[in-house]
């Protein structure tokens, strides 16, 4: 079977790309109301195309922003797992135009790379299981697994409707596992799993000093300063060797396990001095880098500021200051005990003389991470190692995909993260580019994944 | 001879203040290049009328910026001392316009004050030395002492082009001490001598850390950041007992004796709580809040920004991070030598991963006092006192007077502080003004002090 639709696949791929291309040429930025219709327009083609290879349902669900494709094939019987398939058809705007070595909106291929706004993030993968579901429906008349998709148009813009939604229709979304190809590989021919994400949580701080800006000679002496209070406040929270102070942060924190260090240390890593320019990297005291963005929380100050910003000197004390604050968190933490934690620290270590003002950050998130031995995450990346001939590494992410932590919340059900993006990819860049070999190994994994389970 | 100088300045009260309002309705905004003739105007005006009342010499000093006016009247021979009187005839700019009550450029009487901007700072004040050398010159025939006037154009723009003028004409300036009513007295009857302002120094600083701003889910945990580097440098300098803890910091400070802490101590002081709005005063462990500001130095944060300041979050580990600080010093604290501390304190606590670059402060002063004992000093406080028949306070202030350090620092020589300002007079504010009552009072204080020496 496997053979008849890889055949298809290849003596289609013309076609197919062509079909990829018309995606590619709809400019659905969902941040921008000037491309309202052009969203509306790419959710149609989803649902046009998941219509015609023959799903039994296929529906646009609105919301108060952009719609989502839902679509659904589910004649493999009860006996056979059901999938849901997430991903998103928006797109980031393609500013700054001047940049782009080829119209955004017009896909064109150099060096095997297809070049286009949303090749790889996400279009590109997105059509990657339209065009693998075509195939075995094409050449068998059916897909080997139930099949459900849920393609949103808001992903760019944080995904406002999602939750509710998911929440809402939790019996029309129900699946035994999920798949999400909206991520990259570590290299570009390294087959990657991500099996943990971290979750999320933050909050801003104002410090309130004096009514208003004071001169700093006629008080310095008797105002508390809000500027060097926000940095005693602050500096109480880490210390030089990357430990946070605030109590409980790491109660209930899961620790890595000596299987899980190996993991991290066999998959290639990016060297973090050459990308970014650091000097050295630092973490914390025990754990390497890689190690601690991967397997560690961690507690950053995203921005500051307060009093004169401007050239040269202004002798004042300034009346407040202000600090966000953000944490990524690992499996075991809480995120609204750890906010917690953070808003107790911070009103126990102000000092006398002033106020503060906490905002919290209401948009936070667990980690997320399932067991890399999980039979659908081993069975997936035996068909992944296969199709890239390279064996494939399991990592976890520092970063946070809110999605993910959603439907592990509302399903509790197994995610299968596996992108097929390159570290070149440019994703929300100029010059965005999605790399053909990794669209034909990947077809190449699907099929065979989609037949092993 | 006093009775009829002081009688003239009665008999020609009316003309005299109406020469104060022709002064004043030049705009001689000086950091505003639309009035650069307005301000050459004013230079004009005061040596006009130095020439109408007979000075023997009356020159209009050009500088690469706005003049300064010189007048000298040498005619009380070589036994009488010589004074230098510094002023400034600039202003500071008007805006905002509708906040004013009356035009700030037509001077208008309401309860007992002169309303206009300069009124105060220091148009009024420098007119009063003119209008008592008129009731001298008109009833005398001459001055009791030797004088020479200094009145410059820049003093609202820092003064750029002072220290050059005096050094170079070090001969022409040259006095036996100097006056200088720009300031204030500490309520509208007390009369109040400065006898000593603070040394200022600084720097600004920049850590930088990564060559961009980075993604913290990505990063965090391998890279130091910026800001947090910052916090921890600038709580390494301060305790929260603000005590500074920069090596060195208090190595030459001068003790407050007991006789200065109970001259503090008498005088009657801010309620700094009251104008402020803080909840409470914070000062140096062992110094009360007027001891602190009057008395012992001090080191603020005057500014600091880094990463992401507009709404909501935005989770990046920030590229760099920059603070401005400065100090202001006491007596026996070089600025150099400060400064030099405080650079040696950043690079030798910057945390690992992030580099600093620093920006010294190019102004520095030294610290002003003078024996508040010394005789010119006494009998100043003595005419005060008679003129507004209340007992004068000597205080320290925490801000600095740049002149005040140059002049002591050229010439060497006592420097009588005496202004007539009022707390409510709204330097630099909408609806600056000067009480009449201290214009005619402090007319009696000079006449009193020049027969007394």
Not at 1 to 12: F, R
Not at 302 to 327: D, H, V
């Amino acid at each position: 079977m496997t053979e008849a639709v890889l055949k298809y696949l290849v003596d289609h791929r013309e076609e197919q790309l062509e079909a990829l291309n018309d995606f590619l040429r709809i400019p659905s930025v969902s941040t921008d109301s000037a491309f309202k219709d052009n969203v509306c327009e790419a959710a149609s083609f989803v649902s046009d195309y998941l219509k015609k290879i023959g799903f039994d349902r296929v529906e646009i669900e609105e919301t108060k922003g952009h719609p989502l494709v839902y679509g659904e094939w589910l004649g493999a019987g009860n006996d056979a797992p059901t999938v849901l398939v997430y991903g998103h058809y928006d797109v980031q705007p393609a500013d700054p135009l001047p940049l782009w070595e080829s119209d955004p909106f017009e896909p064109t291929v150099r060096n095997g790379r297809l070049f286009a706004r949303g090749a790889s993030d996400d279009k590109g993968q997105v059509f990657m299981y339209l065009a693998v579901f075509e195939a075995f429906m094409k050449t068998t008349g059916k897909l080997p697994i139930n099949v459900k998709v849920c393609i949103e148009g808001e992903e760019e813009i944080g995904s406002e409707h999602l939750y509710d939604l998911l929440q809402t229709k939790k019996a029309q979304f129900a699946a035994d596992f999920a798949m999400i190809s909206d991520s990259g590989m570590v290299t570009e021919e390294q087959p990657t799993i991500l099996y943990g994400l971290k979750g999320f949580t933050g909050l801003e701080f104002t410090i309130h000093g004096p009514a208003n800006d004071l001169h700093s000679g006629i008080y310095g002496g008797a105002i508390r300063n809000p500027l060097m209070a926000m940095a005693q406040v602050l500096a109480s929270m880490k210390d030089e060797h990357e430990v946070v102070l605030v109590d409980g942060f790491y109660d209930d924190v899961e620790p890595l396990t000596d299987e899980e260090r190996q993991l991290i240390t066999t998959a290639p890593s990016e060297d973090y001095i050459k990308t970014t320019g650091v000097s050295e990297t630092v973490s914390e005291a025990g754990y390497t880098a890689v190690e601690h963005t991967m397997g560690r929380p961690t507690l950053e100050v995203n921005g500051m500021f307060g009093g004169y910003q401007g050239e040269g000197t202004k002798t004042i004390i300034p009346a407040s200051a202000t600090a966000k604050l953000t944490c990524r968190l690992v499996p075991g933490q809480d995120p609204e005990k750890v906010q917690d934690g953070l808003v107790t620290h911070i009103e126990e270590n102000l000092p006398a003389g002033v106020t503060v003002e906490i905002e919290r950050e209401p948009l936070s998130a667990k980690a997320y991470k399932v067991d890399p031995n999980h039979p659908l995450i081993e069975k997936a990346a035996t068909s992944y190692s296969k199709a890239f001939n390279h064996p494939s590494v399991f990592v976890r992410m520092g970063g946070s995909i809110p999605v993910v932590e959603w439907i592990d919340d509302i399903f509790n059900i197994p995610i299968v993260l596996l992108g097929f993006g390159t570290p070149d990819d440019r994703l929300h860049s100029p010059n965005e580019s999605f790399l053909l070999a990794n669209f034909d190994r990947g077809l190449a994994t699907l099929v065979d994944y989609f037949n092993s389970i």
